[in-house]
């Protein structure tokens, strides 16, 4: 089992920035890849960013050059750098891993491939 752990939300004002993190504890060596997804009321999970196993990334095409994905791996913590808030990016903001391994960035968008999820946090981005 692996355990994930989000911590960072909070309430900013639109152009701020704010950094998420993500604590895995478990059995991370099984994990192949760590993402973070984003859910806003009455919408469905969305795809933010991916890391996989060697350092590769990917951002939706929305995100990019606004959020940023990164992994401290001494400490076991993958971080989503956001910058340049917008009101809707308002969310709740779960991380999530893959034990599969694969870099198809088809299987990284979908959620219910996802073994493990974290409770989420709570970003409220205010104009």
């Known amino acids: 089992q692996v355990q994930l752990v989000e911590s960072g939300g909070g309430l900013v004002q639109a152009g701020e920035s704010l950094r998420l993190s993500c604590t895995a504890s478990?059995?991370?060596?099984?994990?192949?890849?760590m993402a973070w997804f984003r859910q806003a009321p009455g919408k469905e999970r969305e795809f933010v960013a991916i890391r996989w196993s060697g350092g590769i990334t990917y951002c939706a095409d929305s995100m990019k050059g606004r959020f940023t994905i990164s992994r401290d791996s001494a400490k076991n913590v993958v971080y989503l750098q956001m910058s340049s808030l917008k009101p809707e990016d308002t969310a709740v903001y779960y991380c999530?891993?893959?034990?599969?391994?694969?870099?198809?960035?088809?299987?990284?968008?979908?959620?219910?491939?996802?073994?493990?999820w974290g409770q989420g946090t709570q970003v409220t981005v205010s104009s």
């Open positions: 999530a891993a893959d034990t599969a391994a694969s870099r198809s960035v088809a299987r990284a968008v979908t959620p219910w491939v996802y073994d493990y």
């Open positions: 478990g059995r991370t060596l099984s994990v192949y890849a």
